[in-house]
Antibody, heavy 121, light 107 residues
């Protein structure tokens, strides 16, 4: 069974930093592209970052470029999101999502339950 | 950035009725369009990929169609468990974007 378990969320002041983690199991993590997708309270979904299986391809939404860094440790079956210079508008539930394989890598096949990040003074 | 516009924003439907949700892209995206179902307090679930391709484990009453700029998600014979918000998402070009969502309520 595919499992994605996010952690690391919490309350942080504007300008602060936070590191999210996603522990993956039940599938071959080392061959799977992964993304972070967020959802502000009561709002829709927003793709944040993508990293390919070997970390050779990384893409970020303009809203987080220069502030967020996606990474992974295939030896630990883990995905990360380093979030710096946090803003009020970054407040959201952050989901870890596994990409479909091959040409469908832009489709999110499985999602975790999310970890809540609240940016507030 | 490709903008996806869904219609309607909200739909109230009686069980066993057919539901149709549309998603229009601001430019052609071929067939690179997914549909997700999100029930209250749950994470999203993929129900259709690449416009019309079914997903294992998803009931066959869910189907998708369309290409280019206009897409449709159809739920045949709606069941109570289908009450959710449905989102379309394009993977044709970065940044990947989502529609604003369509909430389906059971009457």
């Amino acid at each position: 069974e595919v499992q994605l378990v996010e952690s690391g969320g919490g309350l942080v002041q504007p300008g602060g930093s936070l590191r999210l983690s996603c522990a993956a199991s039940g599938f071959t993590f080392t061959t799977s592209g992964m993304s972070w997708v967020r959802q502000a309270p009561g709002k829709g979904l927003e793709w944040v970052s993508y990293i390919s299986a070997t970390s050779s391809n990384i893409n970020n939404a303009d809203s987080v470029k220069g502030r967020f860094t996606i990474s992974r440790d295939n030896a630990k079956n883990s995905l990360y999101l380093q979030m710096n210079s946090l803003r009020d508008e970054d407040t959201a539930l952050y989901y870890c999502a596994r990409s479909y394989s091959g040409i469908y890598y832009g489709a999110f096949a499985y999602w975790g339950q999310g970890t809540l990040v609240t940016v507030s003074s | 950035e490709i903008v996806l516009t869904q219609s309607p924003d909200f739909q109230s439907v009686i069980p066993k009725e057919k539901v149709t949700i549309t998603c229009r892209a601001s430019q052609s995206i071929g067939s690179s369009l997914q549909w997700y179902q999100q029930k209250p307090d749950q994470s999203p679930k993929l129900v259709i990929k690449y416009a019309s391709q079914s997903i294992p484990g998803v009931p066959p009453r869910f189907s998708g169609s369309g290409s280019g700029t206009d897409f449709t998600l159809t739920i045949n014979s709606l069941e109570a468990e289908d009450a959710a918000t449905y989102y379309c998402q394009q993977s044709s070009s970065l940044p990947w974007t989502f529609g604003q969502g369509t909430k389906v309520e059971i009457k």
